[in-house]
């Protein structure tokens, strides 16, 4: 575990010797290394310092009013280099509108006046430090999540190589394609990573059908397709655990529903259905379409592109239709960045001649 460290930071010697002898006389920092700086600009080279050596700036506290770089300038700018690490600004001046101005951007944790009351300070630096291990811890376990996704990603990606060589092209040019739409629909920076992680596993729960289902080169029967539809819930159950992004289910569970409310499994409808898996289902589609298929050659960009149309607001959510088709020709769509032709198995369930049953 990364050595914890404080920075504190104030142009008065006196305030400086005086944090650290508060702060020091806590046993809860005993454990932590304290570094002292009296200007804006030396903080900075002690936090990239500490930060080239391996440690972990987990607190700042710098007072506001200090010549060259002010408090405020200077946290808004650890917190550029440090969005984990919490920050604390000292001042005896009313300087409102750089609180504000850090509140509004995440830079700070919290705010006390100078001079500080020694309960305040230790109370409040505390309750800092053990908020940036709270946010450490849960960053570990979702890095360790996100490290079984892709386990389970590349295991996808061989359990269906068994079945089909291509099906790897398929779910990459998926996740890409997935990534894109929201990206485009103005989701955050979060949600297009997630949704690139996530969305490789929109099928898992095919590895739970019979292979001679799966590689059947003519139209499925009626109880072959309801076979094909339980791989949704085998999907989710594999999947059913607390410690899994919820998103990843979203998209396992629901990527065969349709905006009217006729898909499967639960027959929801328009913004019932979770974003994510009405991202994934036009990508899904629009890639499954334009690829070749043992029982079809591949549609051309033009009869998938209509057969989008056609389902705007039926089989699929309007806005991101429009969102998708706009962008279609863009140098930026992804589509294409991985070649090959995409798994017929993966995506049968989506096609138009592919549900022969009501």
């Known amino acids: 575990m990364k050595r914890e460290h404080i920075v504190c930071v104030d142009d008065e010697v006196v305030i400086l010797q005086s944090l650290r002898r508060e702060l020091k006389s806590d046993p809860f920092f005993r454990d932590v290394d304290m570094a002292l700086a009296d200007n804006g600009a030396e903080a900075l080279d002690v936090v990239k310092e500490i930060m080239e050596s391996g ?16 408090g405020d300038a200077l946290l808004a700018e650890t917190h550029r280099l440090l969005p984990d690490s919490m920050n604390i600004l000292l001042t005896g001046y009313s300087d409102i509108d750089a609180v504000i101005k850090l509140v509004n951007t995440g830079a700070l944790y919290r705010y006390l006046s100078k001079p500080w009351d020694r309960h305040d300070l230790l109370l409040t630096a505390r309750e ?9 811890l849960i960053k570990r376990l979702n890095r360790k999540i996100e490290n079984l996704t892709l386990a389970m990603v590349s295991a996808l990606e061989s359990a269906n190589l068994y079945f089909d060589e291509e099906t790897g092209a398929h779910i990459r040019r998926i996740a890409a394609i997935s990534g894109y739409i929201a990206k485009k629909a103005g989701l955050d920076d979060e949600f297009v990573r997630l949704i690139e992680l996530y969305s490789p596993l929109h099928d898992i729960g095919k590895i739970g059908i019979p292979k001679e289902i799966l590689l059947k080169p003519a139209k ?5 397709f309801e076979h094909i539809k339980e791989h949704v819930n085998i999907g989710f159950r594999i999947l059913e655990n607390d410690g899994i992004e919820p998103m990843a289910k979203n998209i396992v569970q629901y990527h065969h529903e349709k905006w009217e409310g006729s898909g499967y499994t639960r027959s929801l409808a328009g913004e019932d259905i979770p974003i994510e898996a009405r991202i994934v289902s036009i990508a899904d589609v629009f890639d499954a379409l334009t690829h070749k298929r043992v029982y079809k050659p591949a549609y051309s960009q033009a009869e998938a592109i209509k057969y989008l149309i056609d389902g705007r607001g039926t089989n699929f959510d309007p806005r991101l239709v429009d969102i998708f088709l706009e962008g279609l020709a863009s140098a930026e769509y992804p589509g294409t960045a991985y070649g090959g032709q995409a798994s017929w198995t993966s995506a049968r369930s989506a096609l138009p001649n592919s549900q022969p049953c009501a």
């Open 128 to 136: 800092a430090l053990l908020a940036n291990r709270q946010k450490m």
């Open 220 to 224: 499925l029967s009626c109880e072959e």
């Open 55 to 70: 440690g972990s700036v987990s607190l700042i506290i710098s007072d506001q009013r200090m010549p060259r770089m002010t």
